[in-house]
């Protein structure tokens, strides 16, 4: 099992670069830290776009 963490500071500035990276990289568990988002503006479309969930 690969697990991944990423201090993003900022989730949504990150978005593509976050997202690029997890294509690149295939981690089976992502962890975020310092998305400096509210949950409901989370991108949560873009990951589960992307098939993560």
Same mark, same amino acid.
Do not use: H, Y
């Given at each position: 099992?690969?697990?991944?963490?990423?201090?993003?500071?900022?989730?949504? =500035?990150?978005?593509? @670069?976050?997202?690029?990276?997890?294509?690149?990289?295939?981690?089976?568990?992502?962890?975020?830290?310092?998305?400096?988002?509210?949950?409901?503006? $989370?991108? =949560? @479309?873009? $990951?589960?776009?992307?098939?993560?969930?």
């Amino acid at each position: 099992m690969r697990i991944a963490t990423w201090n993003v500071n900022s989730v949504r =500035t990150r978005l593509d @670069q976050v997202l690029a990276w997890l294509e690149q990289n295939q981690p089976d568990l992502l962890c975020l830290q310092e998305t400096k988002v509210d949950d409901p503006l $989370f991108p =949560t @479309q873009a $990951f589960e776009a992307a098939g993560w969930r």
